[in-house]
Structure formats: structure tokens, C-alpha cells
């Protein structure tokens, strides 16, 4: 018997099953829902798939590569993924059915854990001031109906701009963006993502084509005040990508693991054991991966916990 929570399980079966004698036995397959190649999400979610093959008992996690965040909801919402990565605006966009998610209604997940935050990279030509610069220009806004996409169109209209009308689109990922940028088909690109993320680290290392950061916090206040509590400042620290002497503000945004919301609750907290008494080992997979803790993967949001994430955390002392 294999236990992997798709459409093939039926959810409410799942917990019987987890119960089972023969549990011990049985071997326990789970998917990842990650991100594109470029970006941190492929890495550590691909890094989380090896721990947890390596460590848990009778259990095969495999990776798989999505578009990121609105993918890897829905896949775990309609049951074919059993964790997934996402940034926090995506998934409360999710929970309302709106944005990205409004055919098909609200999605039915809850957070695992919170990992680390998303900076808003705005990747631009020398002559790219402000992102109100951007217009009439081509830009890159990420995958289409992804996370970044999202967040890019709400930085341009923070910025002053249609991001329909006053700036010619591009739905390319960030490894596309990166070798668009390169080869001068666009000014700029958007992308969300931990640092550093290895497609604009590869631009900026490779030197095909003159790039700067620009700074993005302009656009923060009016965000905050048409998205209050999503999206928070943060400083890029200088030399985090090649070139990049000086500090850069930013925007950041929450990045989290979600589940379906009726994932049964032996299963969440094997994986969350999963995690957790391999921590080094998770740590160890990306920069980004050495921020998380038990405390911080706890950290309160504007989303709830599962119930089992919520009973976990609280075992090992947290205060929820």
C-alpha cells in the first residue's frame, strides 16, 4: 500500500489509512510542489524531497517543478500535491477566490510552516531609475498567473502605472527573464524570490549585459495601504549579487509551506517531524533555509495553521 494525498485518496479515508496496522509497513509517497529551475523554490524544495526520502522511514518525497506559487496551490488544493511552496499574498488570494483564483472559488489549504521572506528583485538597465521609468518600456513580469506576476502588477500600479497598458509585458520566468535581459529583448524584469536566487546571480556574475537593482520601497506605502499586513520593507544587502555595492530597500513578502486544509493530521505531523528533527540538515540546502527554526516557522500570519501544524508547534513549546 502506498499513501499519497491525490484524487486517487480520498481525503477523508486518510486518516484511517495513517492508522492502519499495517502503517509501519506501508510506504508513505509524497510530492512537493516547487517553483521554476531559476529560482530558490526548486532548491529547496528539492532539497526538503532528498531529506525527507534520506530520513523519514518508508517514505519517497519527490519534487516537482512548477511555475510556483498559484501552481503549487492548486495542486495541493485539488489533492495532487501534498506540500507545496508559496508566497502569503498568494495564499490569501487563494483563500478569498479572487486574483489568480477567482475560476474555481476559494482553495481549500492552511500553512505547514513559515520558511523565509520573498524580496521583490526589480532587475533593470543603467538608465532604469524608478519603476515608474518602466513605462513604454518591455518588462518581464513574471509567469503568467504567477505570484510574481501578481506582486509585479501591484508594484507598477504603486508606481503610478497601468501595468496593462503603460509597459509591454513579457510572462517569461525569472531564467527567462535572465537570458531576455541578457540578450537586450527586455529593459527589466520583476521576480520574487530568496536571495540569492541563482538565475539573477548567474546575470549578474556572467556580465552579458550592464543590470542594477532598483530600489522599490517608494512603492511599499501604497501597498501597504491597499494590501495592509502582507507586504513588509526590507534591505538587500550590499554584495548580494555581483556588482551590487550598496544597500538596496525592497519589498518582502512571507514565503510558506501549505497543505489542503483536510490533510489528515498523522500525516502533517510526520512530515513536520520530517523537517524538524533534520533541521541542520534542512538548514543546509539554500541561505535562505538557515533562517528557519521551530519559532520562526511558527510565526503568526494573516492565514491559519493546520490543526496538526498548530498542535506540533505547541508540543515543542511554542506559544501560538
Not at 486518516?15 to 529551475?37: D, E, K, V
Not at 498559484?70 to 488544493?77: E, G, M, Q
Given at each position: 500500500?502506498?499513501?499519497?494525498?491525490t484524487r486517487r485518496v480520498a481525503l477523508a479515508s486518510?486518516?484511517?489509512?495513517?492508522?492502519?496496522?499495517?502503517?509501519?509497513?506501508?510506504?508513505?509517497?509524497?510530492?512537493?510542489?516547487?517553483?521554476?529551475?531559476?529560482?530558490?523554490?526548486?532548491?529547496?524544495?528539492?532539497?526538503?524531497?532528498?531529506?525527507?526520502?534520506?530520513?523519514?522511514?518508508?517514505?519517497?518525497?519527490?519534487?516537482?517543478?512548477?511555475?510556483?506559487?498559484?501552481?503549487?496551490?492548486?495542486?495541493?488544493?485539488?489533492?495532487?500535491?501534498?506540500?507545496?511552496?508559496?508566497?502569503?499574498?498568494?495564499?490569501?488570494?487563494?483563500?478569498?477566490?479572487?486574483?489568480?483564483?477567482?475560476?474555481?472559488?476559494?482553495?481549500?489549504?492552511?500553512?505547514?510552516?513559515?520558511?523565509?521572506?520573498?524580496?521583490?528583485?526589480?532587475?533593470?538597465?543603467?538608465?532604469?531609475?524608478?519603476?515608474?521609468?518602466?513605462?513604454?518600456?518591455?518588462?518581464?513580469?513574471?509567469?503568467?498567473?504567477?505570484?510574481?506576476?501578481?506582486?509585479?502588477?501591484?508594484?507598477?500600479?504603486?508606481?503610478?502605472?497601468?501595468?496593462?497598458?503603460?509597459?509591454?509585458?513579457?510572462n517569461l520566468g525569472v531564467a527567462e527573464c535572465a537570458n531576455a535581459f541578457a540578450d537586450g529583448k527586455?529593459?527589466?524584469?520583476?521576480?520574487?524570490?530568496?536571495?540569492?536566487?541563482?538565475?539573477?546571480?548567474?546575470?549578474?556574475?556572467?556580465?552579458?549585459?550592464?543590470?542594477?537593482?532598483?530600489?522599490?520601497?517608494?512603492?511599499?506605502?501604497?501597498?501597504?495601504?491597499?494590501?495592509?499586513?502582507?507586504?513588509?520593507?526590507?534591505?538587500?544587502?550590499?554584495?548580494?549579487?555581483?556588482?551590487?555595492?550598496?544597500?538596496?530597500?525592497?519589498?518582502?513578502?512571507?514565503?510558506?509551506?501549505?497543505?489542503?486544509?483536510?490533510?489528515?493530521?498523522?500525516?502533517?505531523?510526520?512530515?513536520?517531524?520530517?523537517?524538524?528533527?533534520?533541521?541542520?540538515?534542512?538548514?543546509?540546502?539554500?541561505?535562505?533555509?538557515?533562517?528557519?527554526?521551530?519559532?520562526?516557522?511558527?510565526?503568526?500570519?494573516?492565514?491559519?495553521?493546520?490543526?496538526?501544524?498548530?498542535?506540533?508547534?505547541?508540543?515543542?513549546?511554542?506559544?501560538?
Amino acid at each position: 500500500m502506498s499513501i499519497n494525498l491525490t484524487r486517487r485518496v480520498a481525503l477523508a479515508s486518510g486518516a484511517a489509512m495513517l492508522s492502519a496496522p499495517a502503517f509501519a509497513q506501508s510506504r508513505t509517497r509524497l510530492t512537493i510542489a516547487t517553483g521554476g529551475t531559476g529560482g530558490v523554490y526548486f532548491v529547496y524544495g528539492g532539497g526538503l524531497a532528498r531529506i525527507l526520502t534520506e530520513k523519514m522511514q518508508n517514505t519517497q518525497a519527490t519534487a516537482q517543478v512548477t511555475g510556483g506559487s498559484v501552481d503549487n496551490i492548486n495542486l495541493v488544493s485539488a489533492g495532487d500535491a501534498d506540500m507545496g511552496l508559496s508566497t502569503l499574498d498568494s495564499v490569501v488570494d487563494a483563500l478569498a477566490g479572487q486574483g489568480a483564483y477567482t475560476q474555481g472559488g476559494k482553495r481549500e489549504i492552511s500553512v505547514l510552516a513559515v520558511l523565509y521572506d520573498n524580496i521583490l528583485h526589480v532587475v533593470a538597465q543603467p538608465s532604469i531609475n524608478s519603476i515608474a521609468d518602466m513605462k513604454g518600456k518591455r518588462i518581464g513580469v513574471g509567469s503568467a498567473g504567477s505570484s510574481t506576476e501578481g506582486w509585479a502588477d501591484r508594484t507598477l500600479e504603486a508606481a503610478g502605472l497601468n501595468p496593462r497598458t503603460d509597459i509591454t509585458r513579457d510572462n517569461l520566468g525569472v531564467a527567462e527573464c535572465a537570458n531576455a535581459f541578457a540578450d537586450g529583448k527586455i529593459a527589466g524584469f520583476f521576480w520574487g524570490g530568496g536571495i540569492p536566487t541563482a538565475a539573477v546571480r548567474d546575470l549578474a556574475q556572467g556580465g552579458r549585459a550592464p543590470m542594477k537593482l532598483v530600489d522599490a520601497s517608494k512603492e511599499l506605502v501604497a501597498m501597504n495601504a491597499k494590501y495592509p499586513g502582507l507586504y513588509r520593507g526590507f534591505t538587500m544587502p550590499p554584495n548580494s549579487y555581483a556588482g551590487q555595492t550598496a544597500a538596496v530597500p525592497a519589498i518582502g513578502v512571507a514565503n510558506v509551506i501549505v497543505v489542503n486544509a483536510k490533510a489528515p493530521n498523522a500525516l502533517v505531523t510526520r512530515m513536520l517531524e520530517g523537517i524538524f528533527n533534520n533541521l541542520t540538515d534542512v538548514q543546509g540546502i539554500h541561505p535562505e533555509a538557515r533562517k528557519l527554526n521551530v519559532q520562526s516557522a511558527a510565526t503568526k500570519t494573516a492565514v491559519a495553521f493546520h490543526p496538526a501544524a498548530e498542535a506540533f508547534y505547541k508540543s515543542k513549546g511554542v506559544a501560538m
